[in-house]
């Protein structure tokens, strides 16, 4: 009888031996996505505060050996991980595309690993391989952190997986179990809702013990190597702590995760009044209320209503009727200004001191009737509009069409923002990778020929600094065009010009200058000529400041829809597989596979994933986007690809049961 110490025997040698052909084929693949990744341009956004700019400020002041640099209200706002790594690549010296890219491959490589290792097929691995690899949501837009932290998600499933096959097949230490472990650290200290992973994990491991209930010596080693795994775990948010209390005095790893700013803010969400504001936490009548009951609220009462309204500009454009008050998604950071421009975030002690007696006065009234209160379930979810509820349905319908790539996928982030000085610094830190160029930066190139009657010519019209500017557009010798319309004094009527995108630039006749061609309008022409004036004009080259990105972006529009052509179809044939599965391998207890409860577990995290996104929309921010979903598409579909194959591996083993009953 074979017993799961053989069938693992099995699977880790089909894992370790690949022919030469197979190896040939993965590296084939693995050479397209990376070529692919470092032709994909990255927008830099040297503006971007809280986010792309923090995070590479940061690494800045990581790779110049003075931790995360001066102490403020964002320099622990966000975990620390992803700086860590731009820091490593900045010592590397090579485009952090390159990286993101290797990091990401690598990852789905020992996730794949691992599957080999619980007995999916050499086929079914390879297509997972692929299929995962070339996710078009994967590919990074802008340099932020969301662009590994599907990678370090994969690092952790292919740890807990490593885990349960090691307990099959030896009974000594094994080093990466340790490895994995760290990836969970940089998982935990990349984002900071990183719980929404635990419910799949949970549900896994509890399976596995149950599975080896009758086997206390596989019990406790996969106990030993949950602790093992937990260990290394550890390290990176303790030495990260460590780092954090030498440096600025508190040993926490993201403040923004801290108990008593979670306190505070909790409580503040807390609040109710009569009427509900739908994406206003604290609107200005539960300020007013707090105010009056808070001693230390009413010290941020000049910042939040006068000073600090700028944060009420982003809500407003995404939610118009909490323009003139602050959207939940951005009131937290108003409130962290806020502190601030008190002078309570010189050190965390004192910030923390604060959000702990802010947290106090407000439960204090509470609990005597002064205030009205009303607990949130989950930390940072404010209070839900019961008309907010109703928008449920269509947030996961959404997060559905998103996941099936029936939403369209941006193809790159627009522009990059910032300086020239400030953009080339940082281009310069990140290795250079291929970035989108700023407004400012964006020409369009032009090159033809004009005919027109009695020698009209053209001539461009442009808005430079808030003037109207007129410029003659050189001509060019053109013996060719003379021959070609029969007439020897048009020797001249070639062309080549260039115009900034940002100054609005058009072409006109310089008799006919009722008539204008946008320099954008020329761009998207269906043919290569047009009338202008009294004659026509022909171009012979066309192209846009992105015009060198054009085939990668093309390629990542071709894979989008390639996705969107098969998302439905898998999704749906995977669900009834997997479904029909799970209920025959619970009546036929001895048709259960590993691969079924892989399956389970990476459906439960999509699942997870997909509620998590969709609270957050409906109370707080836009975050039903491709961007909040991405450490859950490779998990989507390898879940749809496992649970197509669990039909044919069930398939197979009720075939060979009844030969032998035969």
């Known amino acids: ?192 809702e990183g719980v929404w992973i635990l419910p799949g994990v949970a549900v896994f491991l509890a399976y596995q013990f149950f599975s080896l209930r009758n086997s206390r010596l596989q019990m406790w080693a996969l106990a030993r190597g949950i602790f093992v795994y937990l260990l290394g775990a550890l390290v990176l948010p303790v030495c990260v702590a460590s780092l954090n209390w030498l440096n600025y005095g508190a040993f926490q790893t993201v403040d923004f995760k801290s108990r008593n700013f979670e306190a505070a803010l909790n409580r503040l969400n807390s609040v109710s009044i009569e009427r509900e504001v739908p994406y206003v936490p604290v609107p200005a009548e539960k300020r007013a209320l707090i105010y009056k009951v808070s001693p230390s609220f009413r010290k941020l009462e000049d910042y939040l209503e006068v000073r600090g309204r700028a944060w009420m500009q982003p809500g407003c454009a995404h939610y118009p009727m909490t323009c003139g008050d602050y959207a939940g998604g951005w009131f937290m950071w108003a409130l962290r200004d806020a502190v601030a421009d008190a002078g309570f975030y010189r050190q965390p002690g004192a910030a923390d001191q604060f959000f702990a007696s802010l947290a106090s006065e407000i439960d204090i009234a509470c609990r005597e009737g002064a205030l009205a209160c009303k607990e949130s379930v989950l930390p940072f979810l404010p209070q839900i509009p019961a008309q907010n509820l109703s928008k449920i349905p269509a947030a996961v319908k959404e997060a559905l069409a998103l996941s099936l790539y029936w939403t369209p996928i941006s193809l790159s982030d627009g522009e990059s923002w910032g300086s020239g000085g400030v953009l080339n610094d940082m281009g310069l830190f990140l290795g250079n990778p291929k970035r989108t160029p700023t407004l400012a930066e964006q020409v369009s190139t032009f090159s033809g020929w004009y005919y027109g009657a009695d020698g009209e010519w053209l001539e461009s019209i442009c808005d430079r600094s808030g003037q109207t500017v007129v410029v003659a557009i050189e001509r060019l010798n053109s013996p060719d065009i003379a021959a070609h319309v029969g007439d020897s004094t048009a020797t001249q009527q070639r062309f080549g010009m260039s115009f900034k995108d940002s100054e609005n630039c058009k072409i006109v006749a310089s008799k006919s200058k009722n008539e204008v061609l946008s320099a954008s309008d020329a761009l998207r022409l269906p043919s290569a000529s047009v009338q202008l004036g009294s004659g026509s004009i022909h171009f012979d080259h066309r192209s846009s400041g992105t015009k060198s990105f054009e085939a990668a972006l093309q390629v990542k529009k071709l894979l989008a829809k390639v996705f969107q052509w098969i998302g439905a179809p898998l999704i749906g044939l995977s669900l009834i597989c997997y479904l029909g599965t799970l209920i025959f391998s619970i009546v036929y207890k001895q048709y259960r596979s590993p691969l079924l409860c892989i399956a389970s577990m990476l459906w439960i995290l999509y699942g997870v994933r997909v509620v998590l996104v969709v609270l957050i929309d409906i109370s707080s921010f836009p975050a039903v986007n491709y961007l909040y979903l991405t450490p859950v598409f490779p998990m989507l579909y390898s879940a749809a690809i496992l649970s197509v194959l669990l039909v044919l591996e069930l398939t197979q083993k009720v075939t060979r049961a009844a030969v032998v009953r035969t």
Request: charged share 10%; hydrophobic share 55%; proline share 4%.
């Open 1 to 192: 009888m074979r017993t799961n110490h053989h069938i693992v025997m099995d699977a880790t040698a089909r894992a370790q031996s690949f022919t030469f052909s197979e190896a040939v084929l993965y590296g084939l693949v693995f050479f397209v996505f990376v070529a692919l990744c470092m032709h994909l341009p990255v927008a830099i956004y040297a503006n971007a505060s809280l986010d792309d700019a923090l995070f590479i400020k940061n690494s800045q002041h990581l790779a110049s050996f003075h931790w995360l640099g001066p102490f403020n209200q964002t320099t622990l706002a966000k975990g620390t991980f992803f700086p860590i790594f731009l820091a490593l690549n900045s010592y590397l010296g090579v485009p952090v595309t390159l990286s993101i890219a290797l990091f990401y491959a690598l990852a789905v490589w020992l996730f794949v690993r691992a599957l080999l290792l619980h007995g999916l097929s050499r086929w079914g691995a390879w297509l997972v391989f692929v299929v995962v690899l070339f996710q078009p949501a994967i590919f990074p837009t802008r340099i932020i952190r969301d662009y590994i932290y599907h990678s370090l998600a994969l690092l952790v499933l292919a740890g807990i997986l490593s885990i349960w096959s090691q307990t099959q097949v030896q009974r000594r230490f094994n080093p990466n179990t340790f490895l994995f472990g760290l990836a969970w650290g940089a998982f935990w200290l990349t984002r900071e």
